[in-house]
């Protein structure tokens, strides 16, 4: 597709297990962010990758969190010992060139939902 | 640091109607605006940007925004909304790194018929 792909687009787990979240961007695009959509926080940035550049994790809320981006395209966030408060939707976006004229293109998300 | 606040939670609004949205930012130096829309189940949608120029910016679905420096504003219009335009809307800015997007709180529409 033409679109950023996010998978799984739900994914429900237990207290204290890994989740991973992958995320494909739209091909071409060089930068990819992560952000966290949830009701008492609003949408908040979590990471960003541009190109071969180290990424900038200043939005990751603990060391539980962490992300990759493999061969400067395909993006996997894991969250590491879940807790309840990860329960969120997380959104993937990305663009061009990360240079800030060039606008973000979001997925659909993933559906996080910690029992 | 960079902020963005809606002023308004929820906006109920009849079909056929005008539609404003507020937006008020803090940034240092010129930033990039921009508003989006997110329908239940979805992700978001860019409605339009502002880099440069003109302060009054067109975008898709029949939006326009206005930049105000003065007024650290960037408000979002649409002269007659129609029942699809119910959704979440939200305001972001970035700064000239582009390295992420602020967020507003957002801002809920309900379309009567």
């Known amino acids: 597709g033409a679109g950023v792909s996010q998978s799984p687009s739900n994914k429900v787990t237990e207290k204290g297990k890994d989740v991973e979240l992958r995320c494909d961007p739209i091909?071409?695009?060089?930068?990819l962010y992560w952000y966290r959509q949830s009701l008492g926080q609003g949408l908040e940035f979590l990471i960003y990758f541009q190109g071969n550049s180290a990424p900038d994790k200043s939005g990751l809320p603990s060391d539980r969190f962490s992300a990759e981006r493999t061969g400067g395209s395909v993006s996997t966030l894991t969250i590491q010992r879940t807790q309840q408060e990860d329960s969120a939707v997380y959104l993937c976006?990305?663009?061009?060139?990360?240079?800030?004229?060039?606008?973000?293109?979001f997925g659909d998300g993933t559906r996080l939902s910690i029992l | 640091a960079q902020s963005v606040t809606q002023p308004d939670i929820h906006i109920t609004v009849s079909e056929g109607a005008s539609l404003e949205l507020r937006c008020n930012y803090s940034y240092g130096a010129t930033p990039y605006l921009f508003w989006y829309v997110q329908s239940p189940g979805q992700g978001l949608q860019l409605l339009l940007k502002y880099f440069s120029g003109d302060t009054l910016v067109q975008g898709i679905k029949g939006f326009e925004a206005e930049f105000k420096r003065s007024q650290s504003s960037f408000n979002l219009r649409k002269p007659s909304v129609h029942w699809s335009d119910a959704a979440e809307y939200f305001c972001?800015?970035?700064?000239?790194?582009?390295?992420?997007?602020?967020f507003g709180g957002g801002t809920r529409v309900l379309v009567k018929p």
């Open positions: 972001a800015v970035e700064g000239a790194a582009g390295n992420k997007l602020t």
């Open positions: 976006a990305s663009s061009l060139d990360g240079g800030g004229i060039q606008p973000q293109h």
């Open positions: 091909s071409g695009h060089t930068a």
